[in-house]
T-cell receptor, first 117, second 114 residues
Framework: KAGVTQTPRYLIKTRGQQVTLSCSPI?????VSWYQQTPGQGLQFLFEYFSETQRNKGNFPGRFSGRQFSNSRSEMNVSTLELGDSALYLC????????????????FGPGTRLTVL | AQSVTQLGSHVSVSEGALVLLRCNYS??????LFWYVQYPNQGLQLLLKYTSAATLVKGINGFEAEFKKSETSFHLTKPSAHMSDAAEYFCAVSKAGGGNKLTFGTGTQLKVEL
């Protein structure tokens, strides 16, 4: 099975622009989570989608949004980019069967490195 | 709220020596605990997980961790370090029934010297 893929791998934007990042989960996985990784703040949870519904949300401003499609692919969008949004954005997928009461391993993609100038 | 604290942002060991990376957790409910490894320019790979079964958990690449409720710890160990173990290691916690939200520690960079 192919792993989690993220596109693009690298991205350079300027302040004020918006950006969309894409994540394709492992085939059959219905849960997709997004994380931001920076040297200063470390790894922080952004949001999780399960069957096209946002199930969990981290403490990020409304400029950060996401969605999930019926094929489980997910996108996250950051509007009005700031310098502090420069980070590695990681996506993870999980083969969760139902209910969320049993932990299912999350598989991480290689990330998209966003640089905001 | 749940959190994990990793003691030591950088750890250096000699090849063949014991690896010990420390993680303490804080959780109001029984937690799920994890150790992930990240190599440069890559995503995270799960080393092992504790989900309320056996307290001594064995993972990949010879790593293991012991869940100690009395000490609120979940330290990662490996008897003999190898050069290929050099990477950044993250401890993480999630809540049973709370979906897949992971709360990560700040990471420990492991250096393995000859």
């Amino acid at each position: 099975k192919a792993g989690v893929t993220q596109t693009p791998r690298y991205l350079i934007k300027t302040r004020g622009q918006q950006v969309t990042l894409s994540c394709s989960p492992i085939s059959g996985h219905r849960s997709v989570s997004w994380y931001q990784q920076t040297p200063g703040q470390g790894l922080q949870f952004l949001f999780e989608y399960f069957s096209e519904t946002q199930r969990n949300k981290g403490n990020f401003p409304g400029r950060f949004s996401g969605r999930q499609f019926s094929n489980s692919r997910s996108e996250m969008n950051v509007s009005t980019l700031e310098l502090g949004d420069s980070a590695l954005y990681l996506c993870a997928s999980s083969n969760e069967l139902a209910g969320g009461h049993t932990y299912n391993e999350q598989f991480f993609g290689p990330g998209t490195r966003l640089t905001v100038l | 709220a749940q959190s994990v604290t990793q003691l030591g942002s950088h750890v250096s060991v000699s090849e063949g020596a014991l690896v010990l990376l420390r993680c303490n957790y804080s959780s109001s409910v029984p937690p799920y605990l994890f150790w992930y490894v990240q190599y440069p320019n890559q995503g995270l790979q799960l080393l092992l997980k504790y989900t309320s079964a056996a307290t001594l958990v064995k993972g990949i690449n010879g790593f293991e961790a012991e869940f100690k409720k009395s000490e609120t710890s979940f330290h990662l160990t490996k008897p003999s370090a190898h050069m290929s173990d050099a990477a950044e290691y993250f401890c993480a916690v999630s809540k049973a029934g709370g979906g897949n939200k992971l709360t990560f520690g700040t990471g420990t960079q492991l250096k393995v010297e000859l």
